[in-house]
C-alpha cells in the first residue's frame, strides 16, 4: 500500500471504526484512561513546537531514503512514551523524524537505532522497555525484530508496530503478536498497534479509530 491508496481509503476506514472512538463501549479503566487520556489527548505539549522546529533544521541534513510519519503518528509516540516513562527506547526501522519525538518523550532514556538487524546493538540482559518498529514493507524484519526484542520485555514494556494493517503479510504477523501468551492488551489503531505486556491485566483487544 502507497501512501495515495492509504489516503483515498481514509474516509472509509474512518466510518468503518466510528463506534470505536472516544472509548466508547470500553469497560476497563486502564484501557479507557489509555485510549482518552493518551492516544485522544488534545493537551499541546510544550515540546510539540519545539520538535517542529528542530525537524525543519535537521530537514537539509536528511539522508537517503529518509520517510517522515504523519504529525498525529509522531506525536502519539512522543505521549506513549512520557506515559510509558521506558529506561530503553528501542527505534527499528527506516530513518525517520519519530526519533526525535522517541528520545523527547523521555529524555535520560538509553535510545538505539537500528535500521537493519545488524544494527540492533543490545548489550546482555538490557530489557526492552519500549519498542517502536516501523517498516512494515519488510514484513520479515519486522518479524525477527519482534522474536529478538520481545525475549528483553518486562511487565511495564510497551510495543508499537506500524502499518499492522497495510499488507496481508502485517495482518497476519499482528495477528500473530496479539495471540502470542506473552503479549497482553493491544490496541489496533490500523496504522499502529500497541502491546502491553502487564499480565496482571485480563488479556483484551480492542479496536480504536485513530
Known amino acids: 500500500m502507497n501512501r495515495i491508496s492509504l489516503l483515498c481509503k481514509r474516509p472509509f476506514i474512518w466510518l468503518a471504526r466510528f463506534r470505536h472512538r472516544c472509548g466508547y463501549g470500553v469497560h476497563s479503566p486502564f484501557a479507557f484512561h489509555l485510549i482518552t487520556g493518551v492516544i485522544y489527548e488534545k493537551t ?14 535537521l530537514a537539509p541534513e536528511r539522508p537517503k531514503g529518509w520517510r517522515g510519519e504523519p504529525l498525529r503518528v509522531k506525536r502519539l509516540l512522543f505521549r506513549l512514551v512520557n506515559y510509558a516513562r521506558p529506561e530503553t527506547i528501542v527505534d527499528a526501522g527506516r530513518q525517520s523524524a519519530s526519533g526525535l519525538y522517541l528520545k523527547a518523550g523521555r529524555e535520560g532514556a538509553v535510545y538505539t537505532a537500528a535500521t537493519d538487524l545488524d544494527e540492533l546493538f543490545l548489550e546482555a540482559d538490557v530489557p526492552v522497555d519500549f519498542l517502536y518498529l516501523h517498516d512494515w514493507r519488510r514484513p520479515r524484519f519486522v518479524e525477527e525484530v519482534f522474536r529478538l526484542c520481545v525475549t528483553r520485555m518486562r511487565g511495564c514494556s510497551v510495543f508499537v508496530i506500524e502499518g499492522i494493517r497495510y499488507t496481508a503479510s502485517m495482518r497476519r504477523l499482528w495477528k500473530a503478536m496479539k495471540q502470542d501468551e506473552r503479549c497482553g492488551i493491544t490496541f489496533d489503531l490500523y496504522d499502529l498497534g500497541i502491546i502491553f505486556f502487564d499480565r496482571t491485566k485480563i488479556k483484551q483487544h480492542y479496536l480504536v479509530n485513530f
Not at 499541546?44 to 533544521?57: F, G, I, V
Open 44 to 57: 499541546p505539549y510544550y515540546k510539540y513546537a519545539a520538535l517542529q522546529e528542530e525537524e525543519k533544521r
